[in-house]
């Protein structure tokens, strides 16, 4: 079992950057595939980006590639996104996600955080 809990949400202009953070508990977070997703009102919920237990491997979505980097800190049980050159079109609740299967198929993902809004103006 895992518990999520993402922070570093806000409000930023377009073209700003910030960095969400999601601390995980449990002593096996550094065997977990760790993830990011987003929903905005209406919409579907979309994924973001993901990273393996070991970061040697990351994947983001078309949208946000060359903008967005995952990260991780085992030793901190904490996954990050740090997002750049952000649009309106990047707003969104953000959340993070957990895997013990294989960390790179978006429908393994079951452990969920409540999220973080982030919103980009113009």
Do not use: H
């Not at 993402?6 to 977990?32: H, K, N, P």
């Not at 085992?74 to 649009?87: E, F, G, I, P, R």
């Amino acid at each position: 079992q895992v518990q999520l809990v993402e922070s570093g949400g806000g409000l930023v202009q377009a073209g700003g950057s910030l960095r969400l953070s999601c601390v995980a508990s449990g002593r096996t977070f550094s065997s977990y595939g760790m993830g990011w997703f987003r929903q905005a009102p209406g919409k579907e919920r979309e994924f973001v980006a993901a990273i393996d237990w070991s970061s040697a491997r990351m994947y983001y979505a078309d949208s946000v590639k060359g903008r967005f980097t995952i990260s991780r800190d085992n030793a901190k049980n904490t996954v990050y996104l740090q997002m750049n050159s952000l649009k309106p079109e990047d707003t969104a609740t953000y959340l993070c996600a957990a895997t013990s299967r294989a960390w790179y198929l978006i429908r393994n993902y079951d452990y969920w955080g409540q999220g973080t809004q982030v919103t980009v103006s113009l």
